[in-house]
């Protein structure tokens, strides 16, 4: 583990739509590119929220790479499609998609923050072959490879379920439910904004903070966050790992992350071994590319200068 310092922030540059980006389902997916010299660098957001979560990475890397965001299936101005293709595999193969359209010869890294780690990790095990060629670097945000249910409470519970074999009979309930339950006047509520501090941020956040994020998080309609939910328990890329480990990886945990604890990052980071760089944030939770950019941006352009040729950045340097 390595201690990084603070960046100076940028202005980001405007950003250009890409036109015709569609998943191998035909769902439009919403792509846009900010500048035009340097490696491409691909941003993935996590479930609930939309591209604009970026924001001061997008601003610190200005200049120092052509950066393309995305919105998730279901997510910001993205299409949806079927029920049946709310899974993290399937953002994996949108990924596929995206990076054929925007960067067919360039060299590109990765970068994803929770699910959108995940949809990195689906990636390589749908295109191993593209790691080490197209693929040059991987930037891991408070993501999991797997077993997200299996400490606490909650791992409890689903644990439980799962074992009395009640487990399917519930997640279809919630699918059943999800249409309706949209439809009532839940949004906005204190006990949502509870629950977003609580999951998202530690106890020093604003409560301009926590509300954004809450109004960002309840524009997902229930019936996708109810699909992609069902994927999330499920998933299980811990086998897919090694492909990484052709490439840079610097993998992020934040120390008080109570939806992707530290501990996955510190697995992550063993199972790829030595080409992986492990951050640990102190005093940060989930939403930590927000509340600790300057430590996130740092090492960020940390593996884009090192991975790019001609980069002046080396590890240990």
Known sequence: ???????????????????????????????????????????????????????????????????VTWDQRGHGRSGWGEVAHGTVEQTGRDLAAVVDAVAPSSPVVLVGHSMGGMSILALARLRP???????????????????????????????????????????????????????????ASWLGRWTIRRLLFTAEASDAEVRDAQTVSERLPLPVGQAFGASLLAFDESGTLPVLARVPVVVVTAAQDRVTPAVHGRRITDAIGPSARLVEVEGAAHAVT??????????????VHEVHPGGVVRRGA
């Open 290 to 303: 927000v509340t600790h950019h300057a430590i996130v941006d740092t090492a960020l352009l940390e593996l």
């Open 129 to 187: 072959e593209w790691f080490g060629t197209r693929i040059v670097g991987a930037f891991l945000v408070a993501t999991s490879a797997g077993e997200l249910v299996r400490e606490g409470p909650l791992g409890i519970v689903h644990d439980v379920a799962r074992r009395l074999g009640v487990l399917p009979h519930i997640v279809a309930g919630a699918r059943m439910a999800a249409p309706v339950a949209d439809l009532l006047p839940w949004r």
């Open 1 to 67: 583990m390595e201690t990084i310092s603070s960046a100076p922030r940028r202005a980001g540059r405007r950003e250009r739509p890409v036109p015709g980006v569609v998943g191998d389902d035909g769902v439009p997916l919403d792509v846009t590119i900010r500048g035009t010299r340097g490696p491409t660098v691909i941003f993935c957001h996590g479930f609930t929220v939309d591209s604009h979560f970026w924001a001061p990475q997008i601003a610190a890397l200005d200049g120092h790479a052509r950066v």
